[in-house]
């Protein structure tokens, strides 16, 4: 009986100092360690953040690609053919409003006989030089993370392509950025016409769009009304 009591009480001894051990131990974590810690947890949260802005930024685009065709018939009807022929720009009739069709069609003619035509070079190209974004008093300025969705069902291409943030056109792709998203393509462009009258090419977004140039600092996408200007000037 003295023994099993003997065993009894050693194995209490033995359960105390190991409770007692553990906080010791748990405690014993270095400020380094603690900081290193918080610094993984900041790190985990901006990854995530940054990924559901790069997801919101894909649905965008896919949205946009997918209504591609309807916002040409209702938009894109190239008013300023008149224009563009003086410095070679294939010239189409504009459509008679609600068709539709004919509209669609008068793109995909434009479209493909700008592809005929040469590239433009680079160092002819005015919009490869800086970046570009709307001018101030034409920004959005609501912070509903699906305000450029709703601007999408409103019908304008300009809002959709350049409602916020700074793009960049470069040799051979579009690329777009903001305070809270890193550099990202937007789609792959091609570029035809002159210095003066620039045709950008994309691969999937829209069939065309057609950059009158202003002024050094200042593009304007006629058919659309949508003007860019450098940015930070």
């Known amino acids: 009986?003295?023994?099993?009591?003997?065993?009894?009480?050693?194995?209490?001894?033995?359960?105390?100092?190991?409770?007692?051990?553990?906080?010791?131990?748990?405690?014993a974590q270095t400020p380094q360690q603690m900081e290193y810690e918080?610094?993984?947890?900041?790190?985990?949260l901006q990854m995530e953040r940054q990924q559901q802005e790069q997801q919101r930024q894909r649905q965008l685009m896919n949205e946009n690609a997918r209504r591609q065709q309807e916002e040409s018939r209702r938009l894109n009807t190239n008013p300023g053919s008149g224009a563009g022929s003086q410095s070679g720009t294939p010239s189409y009739a504009t459509p008679t409003p609600g068709r539709g069709s004919a509209a669609t069609d008068n793109?995909?003619?434009?479209?493909?006989?700008?592809?005929?035509?040469?590239a433009l070079p680079p160092e002819q190209n005015p919009l490869l030089a800086g970046k570009w974004t709307r001018p101030a008093s034409t920004q959005g300025k609501s912070s509903d993370p699906f305000a450029a969705l709703a601007a999408m069902a409103k019908g304008g291409l300009c809002d959709v392509l350049f409602g916020g943030g700074t793009f960049e056109f470069r040799t051979d792709r579009l690329m777009g950025m903001d305070a809270r998203t890193p550099?990202?393509?937007?789609?792959?462009?091609?570029?035809?016409?002159?210095?003066?009258?620039?045709v950008v090419i994309p691969k999937t977004t829209v069939k065309l769009m057609e950059f009158d140039v202003e002024g050094p600092n200042r593009i304007n996408w006629k058919s659309q009304k949508c003007v860019l200007v450098r940015a930070g000037r």
């Open 38 to 44: 918080r610094q993984q947890r900041e790190y985990r």
């Open 107 to 118: 793109l995909a003619a434009a479209r493909i006989a700008w592809q005929k035509k040469p």
């Open 1 to 27: 009986m003295s023994i099993s009591s003997g065993s009894i009480f050693i194995a209490v001894v033995m359960l105390l100092t190991t409770l007692l051990i553990i906080p010791r131990y748990v405690s």
């Open 183 to 198: 550099p990202q393509q937007l789609d792959l462009v091609e570029y035809r016409g002159d210095s003066k009258h620039v």
